[in-house]
Every structure is written in C-alpha cells, then in structure tokens.
C-alpha cells in the first residue's frame, strides 16, 4: 500500500510539473531534471507565493506551537492563520477540511502534508534557543542544504523538527 501511494505521489508531482512547464512558469528543464543550477528565473507576473494551505488534526496544540515558535497566530472558526513576513500558512480545521462540501482543497491532503522551509535570519544559537523554548526536537541538523535563494543555487545551513500534527519544519541559515 505504501509503495502504491509513493508511485501516487510521483505521478502527481510529474504531472504538476508538466503542466508547470506548460504554462510558463519559468521553471527550467535543468531544475527539472535534478541538475543544480537553474537556466531561467521565475518571470512574467508571478512574483511570490501568497499563502499555502494545509489540514490541521491537533488545533490547541498547533496554535500554541506557532505562537511559541514566535509566529503570529490568527485564529478563526474554519482556520488558523500562521503569519511570518508577508507570507502566511493557513491551517484547516478538522471540521473544513473533513467536510465533504468543502472542495478547494488537495482531495487527498490529510494531516501530516506539509514540508515547509523558513529562512532564519538569526544565529544558529538563537534559533536552538527558540526551538528549546517550543519544546521541539531537532530530528536532523545542522546540515548543509541547497536552498531557494539565487536560483536554487544558496548554500546553507538547515535544521529540522516536527510540529504537533508530525509536519516537518526546516529552518535554514543562509
């Protein structure tokens, strides 16, 4: 069953990049393909993303989490906002995202779904210091990663943890 939904997944994301490369996002073969430097920039109209969306199973527990974390927390009946910059994660509630009438979503997203990469602007110290006071373990880290700055090409450093609901938070060091 696990392999299934791996070759799942696999599909999606050829798919999404497919239709991607199509549309003219700008996202190049070579990034494609898995090579480390990036052909072409993002261009025309898209300049960022305004938000992502993911199912939340643990709600008291996620809310104080982000908070704790030092993330601005918005809380409404149907979703949690999580604000950073000028970027925001909404969180569904179980009672959206498990209600059959509401389909603006992945159909198949269930808690845990997301992977999310933030840039820590501070020391590696600071952010122990941040993830200690949150009760998080560090799973992996620090550990060298390419990240999305200059292309794709940004050295940095990244550490990892796990939020309530299991999704997994890097942190990255540039």
């Known amino acids: 069953m696990r ?12 798919r999404f990049i497919r239709r991607a490369l199509g549309g ?9 393909a898995g090579r480390s430097r990036v052909s072409s920039q993002v261009g025309g109209p898209i300049r960022s993303f305004d938000h992502v969306a ?7 527990a996620m809310v ?29 509630r179980p009672e959206r995202w498990q209600n059959e009438s509401f389909t ?11 992977d999310f990469c933030f840039v820590w602007d501070g020391t590696v110290d600071a952010l122990r210091s941040v993830l200690d006071r949150a009760g998080a373990e560090v799973i ?27 999704n997994l938070l890097e942190f990255i060091i540039y």
């Open 140 to 166: 992996e880290g620090p550990v060298a990663r390419t990240g999305g700055r200059d292309g794709g090409t940004a050295d940095g450093t990244s550490h990892y943890i796990r939020d309530p609901d299991d």
């Open 54 to 60: 993911v199912p939340m199973r643990n709600t008291d």
């Open 24 to 32: 003219g996002f700008g996202v190049s073969a070579a990034m494609v």
């Open 64 to 92: 104080q989490f982000y908070r704790d974390l030092g993330f601005t927390v918005m809380e409404g009946p149907s979703i949690c906002s999580v604000h950073f910059g000028d970027n925001k994660i909404n969180l569904h």
């Open 104 to 114: 603006l979503r992945a159909p198949a997203a269930e808690p845990p779904c997301g």
């Open 3 to 14: 392999q299934h939904e791996e070759s799942n997944r696999t599909q999606s994301r050829r």
